[in-house]
Structure formats: structure tokens, C-alpha cells
């Protein structure tokens, strides 16, 4: 099994900043991917922000204020969320593709809840 434990949430007031955290354990291989996605109330889930051992990919209405990181030493990722605005309000997932029994999953955390408002 893996699991993906998500932590960092909660209430901020706009311009201000959080940061999100996930970390993974289980049994697998390596991790290829991990990434955070959000899903605001009757939204679909959206990309935020994913990396891959050699690059990052940011949806666009958040380039310049959000930064994702990871260490790999503790399976771990990070996304520094910075000038946060009202409309980044929404539950957060992290996201990891790793490879499992010499096959690639995909596995989902809980979510935690991130609002912005005054």
C-alpha cells in the first residue's frame, strides 16, 4: 500500500502565505511524480503544481506566488503558497505516480482545506 498524508491547511487572510505539505509511505520503488491539485466548491479538480525529477509545471493563475518543492530524501513535497488570494480558497490534494511492484500507480491524499478571506 501507499499513502500520501497531507498537512499545512487552514485560514489566511488574503496576501498571506501557507505552506502545504505531503509525505508518502508505503511500499513502493521510487517516486516518479508528485503534485498538488485543488477542487473548489462546484469546481472540477485542477493541476496546481507538479514536479518530476527533472522539472516543474504551474497552472498559470498561480505562477510568480507559488513554489513547489520536494525532498526526496523524505519522500516529501511542498508547496509554498504566497500573495494568496480569495479564489485559491478550495480543498487541496497532493498527488503521487510512483512505481509499485514494477508498476506505476497513481495514489490521491485526503485533501486539506485551504481559505482565504478576511
Known amino acids: 500500500q501507499v499513502q500520501l498524508v497531507e498537512s499545512g491547511g487552514g485560514l489566511v487572510q488574503p496576501g498571506g502565505s501557507l505552506r502545504l505539505s505531503c509525505t508518502a509511505s508505503?511500499?513502493?520503488?521510487?517516486?516518479?511524480?508528485m503534485g498538488w491539485y485543488r477542487q473548489a466548491p462546484g469546481k472540477q479538480r485542477e493541476l496546481v503544481a507538479r514536479?518530476?525529477?527533472?522539472?516543474?509545471n504551474y497552472a498559470d493563475s498561480v505562477k510568480g506566488r507559488f513554489t513547489i518543492s520536494r525532498d526526496s530524501t523524505k519522500d516529501t513535497v511542498y508547496l509554498q503558497m504566497n500573495s494568496l488570494k480569495p479564489e485559491d480558497t478550495a480543498v487541496y490534494y497532493c498527488?503521487?505516480?510512483?512505481?509499485?511492484?514494477?508498476?506505476?500507480?497513481?495514489?490521491w491524499g485526503q485533501g486539506t482545506q485551504v481559505t482565504v478571506s478576511s
Open positions: 498527488n503521487a505516480d510512483v512505481l509499485r511492484l514494477g508498476v506505476p500507480i497513481s495514489r
Open positions: 508505503g511500499s513502493f520503488i521510487s517516486i516518479n511524480a
Open positions: 514536479i518530476t525529477r527533472g522539472s516543474t
